[in-house]
């Protein structure tokens, strides 16, 4: 990965509170997509009130988005927590989510380090995967990169602080629009 373009440029328009570094990477080759997030942060929370993906969504995670057009009709999401919990749907217009759908689980891999002061997040997925899904053209990939940062307020209930690599000009946090997402450029 240490020959990948980092993006480090993450941001939350709709909180002012101080984003620890995030840096992505994302490399291929004939077969793969192989993508990481590095994310500085001492203090995960990780949602084990029960087994289940859906915990997933009340945990601090990443996300990586892809979209074949600006319709989002669909898109496919990918929310991954430091243990490796994986929810992943395709969604169309209008937060219409399918949750029965699922990546093929041949063509991804995932695994996640945790260290005292930060967490790493790894993945592989097949270009094959992306062509068949109509996410892949040529040499592009319409991506949304994203982060959810859960804290205590002051309920002691935890709360996220929404992070985005593309700014999507929402009022309120919003990354299920076509204005969240960003180009890759596979070179």
């Not at 291929?28 to 995960?44: A, M, P, Q, R, T």
Request: proline content about 5%; hydrophobic content about 35%.
């Amino acid at each position: 990965m240490s020959q990948a373009e980092p993006l480090t440029e993450f941001q939350s328009p709709w909180n002012e509170d101080f984003i620890n570094p995030i840096t992505f990477k994302a490399l291929y080759d004939d077969k793969n997509l192989d993508f990481s997030f590095y994310v500085s942060d001492k203090d995960i929370y990780t949602d084990v009130s029960s087994h289940k993906d859906e915990n997933i969504g009340n945990s601090d995670r990443v996300e990586l988005f892809f979209r074949s057009d600006l319709a989002l009709n669909p898109y496919y999401c990918l929310e991954i927590d430091t243990a490796v919990r994986l929810m992943n749907f395709e969604e169309r217009p209008g937060k219409n989510f399918d949750f029965k759908w699922n990546w093929p689980k041949q063509d991804i891999k995932l695994e996640s380090t945790i260290h005292s002061t930060y967490f790493l997040v790894e993945g592989i997925i097949s270009l094959k995967s992306l062509r068949d899904l109509n996410l892949l053209k040529g040499n592009k990939i319409e991506t949304g990169v994203f982060r959810a940062k859960y804290k205590k307020n002051e309920f002691g209930q935890f709360t996220p602080t929404w992070i985005t690599w593309v700014d999507p000009k929402t009022e309120e946090p919003n990354f299920h629009i076509a204005s969240s997402f960003g180009l890759f450029h596979l070179e």
